[in-house]
């Protein structure tokens, strides 16, 4: 990854984790959701490891890093990573 890719994966990981945190809030509080209230990293437990939860930024960059090797960043959606963390289990 080069600086150049890495710029454009951070904007999307904002709007991504923002989506996904808003979706889970009511309308009144989805409304207060800004940039600063995305969590940087939070960490959940699987049978045999850890990983960062899916709304945390760190989770959020390396989903979107893992899916950079088959499809390209613009045509990655909110969708194709809700579908992605289904299938790992990683929701």
Do not use: W
């Amino acid at each position: 990854m080069n600086a150049k890719n890495m710029k454009k994966i951070n904007a999307k990981v904002e709007t991504f984790c923002m989506a996904l945190l808003k979706e889970q809030l009511s309308d009144e509080e989805a409304a207060k959701v800004t940039k600063n209230s995305v969590v940087k990293a939070e960490y959940a437990t699987n049978k045999s490891y850890h990983y960062a939860i899916a709304m945390s930024s760190k989770g959020m960059k390396s989903i979107l890093k893992r899916m950079l090797k088959t499809k390209p960043l613009d045509a990655i959606t909110l969708q194709d990573v809700k579908e992605y963390c289904a299938q790992t289990g990683r929701g």
